[in-house]
T-cell receptor, first 118, second 111 residues
């Protein structure tokens, strides 16, 4: 497809389980972002990749959260020992960096993966 | 903690009325973006403003960035049911793509 694709769209898991969420960005986009959106809140930044490397992971809440992008395209967000407070919609976005690096490029968001931890 | 405060949280109006939503912060941002999000979908970018005092118009939508680059407003003229959605403002800093989002204003336009 032409847009950002996220799978699964819905994931229900039990407390303590391990979860992987996948993001397939727009072809050719070098930058990829993960955000988390809790009910009634705006998206909250988690991590940003430029190519294969994590350029900024300052938003990851703790060491249970980890993300990879081994080939500079698809990314996986991994959550270990899930807790009920991890329940949220996890949004992925991609963008092309503008010349000059100004932070004005458009982020294209996927539809998100809704995670529910029971 | 949301550094950007959006008001009102919820707005319900009749088709044809005008509305304004606000986005305020104590922080200075290098850019300010407005998104609209519909249920079950990701946010979609409406506009980016980067210069203090900048005003941008997108059909019936007018966006303004405050002179000090700490606040912004979105004005919709003659609202239509298709304008219904969650309007989010997001401030950009030095790190590319690392946006600070507000909690959003839910706008409902009834026919």
């Amino acid at each position: 497809g032409a847009g950002v694709s996220q799978t699964p769209s819905n994931k229900v898991t039990e407390k303590g389980k391990y979860v992987e969420l996948r993001c397939d960005p727009i072809s050719g986009h070098t930058a990829l972002y993960w955000y988390r959106q809790s009910l009634g809140q705006g998206p909250e930044f988690l991590i940003y990749f430029q190519g294969t490397g994590a350029a900024d992971d300052s938003g990851l809440p703790n060491d249970r959260f980890f993300a990879v992008r081994p080939e500079g395209s698809v990314s996986t967000l991994k959550i270990q020992r899930t807790e009920r407070g991890d329940s949220a919609v996890y949004l992925c976005a991609s963008s092309s960096r503008l010349a000059g690096g100004l932070n004005t490029g458009e982020l294209f968001f996927g539809e998100g993966s809704r995670l529910t931890v029971l | 903690t949301q550094l950007l405060e959006q008001s009102p949280q919820f707005l319900s109006i009749q088709e044809g009325e005008n509305l304004t939503v606000y986005c305020n912060s104590s922080s200075v941002f290098s850019s300010l973006q407005w998104y609209r999000q519909e249920p079950g979908e990701g946010p979609v970018l409406l506009v980016t403003v980067v210069t203090g005092g900048e005003v941008k118009k997108l059909k019936r939508l007018t966006f303004q960035f405050g002179d000090a680059r700490k606040d912004s407003s979105l004005h919709i003229t003659a609202a239509q049911p298709g304008d219904t959605g969650l309007y989010l403002c997001a401030g950009g800093g030095d790190s590319w793509g690392k946006l600070q989002f507000g909690a959003g204003t839910q706008v409902v336009v009834t026919p």
